[in-house]
């Protein structure tokens, strides 16, 4: 087939809904196997997917996320980001998957004698050869997306402030934008919110997966606040001693009942519901 000069092609609608993340089979052990963090967890997330994982503390959440950018080699199963077998990956490989892949941390990792500016510019830095020394030191381009990137998430007028002059919240925001600054295809977040108060997580998750939806960006967020997930996911997961217990779209029939139900499965004698109950009951 031949293209006629100035035709635009139909869009393919498998590259639409092209699949990011694929995990089969994936088992994870520690300590010589007494630790069973992951036990034969199998998913996949198509682009643009905002998925949120859900659990109790220790269920593997963090184990997880850590697989879908090489921090953690499985055990067993394969874990395929972006059309590459992540397990198999090494060195500059790795690296390369690495800043389509970006993390944003409950502790924000952010350099807090830096400028927020620079903060945001660093997540440049796989874009460019060599190390970088102030912010002067990068392309005028990039200042200039970097300073986007900042008004977009409320803090273009810290671009200048040293980062650890700014409260939690805003430090989180200036490592999204950072991570939004890397281009990534995908993000994962950690708890993102973990350490904030409830008002400035709603605010977090706002920009983070406003952000995300923008640039059609697909997310890997794990949460424990059932509320926030049921407010931004499209899709929940939900886990229990490194097995999925749960894993449905948000909104067909997906009730903060239902939800619940999974947590109280979890814990049957309520000692960690009451931190979820909270959250929820602000919903009704
Ligand atoms: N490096 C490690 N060495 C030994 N055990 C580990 C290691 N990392 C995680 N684990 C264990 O694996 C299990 C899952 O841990 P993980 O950190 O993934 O849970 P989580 O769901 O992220 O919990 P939290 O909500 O507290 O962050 C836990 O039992 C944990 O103790
Ligand atoms: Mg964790």
């Known amino acids: 087939m031949t293209d006629v000069e100035g035709a635009t092609r139909p869009i393919d609608i498998n590259t639409v809904a092209s699949t990011v993340v694929e995990v089969q089979g994936l088992v994870k052990t520690f300590d010589n196997g007494r630790v069973r963090a992951l036990d034969d967890v199998s998913f996949s ?30 055990t067993a199963g394969s874990v395929t980001v972006l059309g590459q077998r992540v397990d198999q990956l090494k ?10 892949v970006g993390f944003v941390f409950q502790q924000f990792n952010i350099v807090g004698r830096l400028s927020c500016l620079e903060n945001v510019l660093s997540g440049a830095l796989g874009r460019l050869r060599g190390p970088r020394m102030g912010a002067l030191s990068y392309p005028k381009n990039l200042r200039q ?11 273009g007028d810290r671009a200048f402030q040293r980062t650890d002059t700014l409260s939690g919240g805003q430090q989180q925001r200036v490592a999204i934008a950072r991570t939004l600054m890397q281009k990534p295809k995908i993000v994962l977040a950690d708890e993102p919110v973990a ?4 008002e400035i997580s709603g605010q977090v998750m706002d920009v983070l997966f406003q952000a995300c ?7 890997l967020c794990s949460l424990h606040q059932v509320d926030l997930a049921m407010g931004w996911a499209s899709r929940l997961i939900g886990l229990q001693d490194g097995k999925v217990v749960l894993d ?3 909104g067909e029939g997906l009730t903060q009942e239902r939800v619940m139900e999974v ?3 979890l814990d049957p004698e309520g000692r960690k519901v ?7 009951l602000d919903l009704t």
């Open 45 to 74: 997330v198509p682009e643009g997917q905002l998925c949120v994982i859900i659990g109790l503390s220790g269920s593997g959440k963090s184990t997880l996320l850590r697989h879908l950018n090489g921090l953690h080699e499985p």
């Open 274 to 280: 009451s931190e979820y109950a909270t959250s929820v």
């Open 213 to 219: 939806v923008e640039d059609q960006i697909t997310v």
């Open 263 to 265: 947590y109280q499965r």
């Open 91 to 100: 060195g500059a490989e790795l690296r390369a998957l690495r800043t389509k």
């Open 195 to 198: 350490s904030l108060d409830p």
């Open 145 to 155: 997306e970097a300073l986007a990137q900042l008004e977009r998430v409320g803090l």
């Open 248 to 250: 449905s779209p948000v």
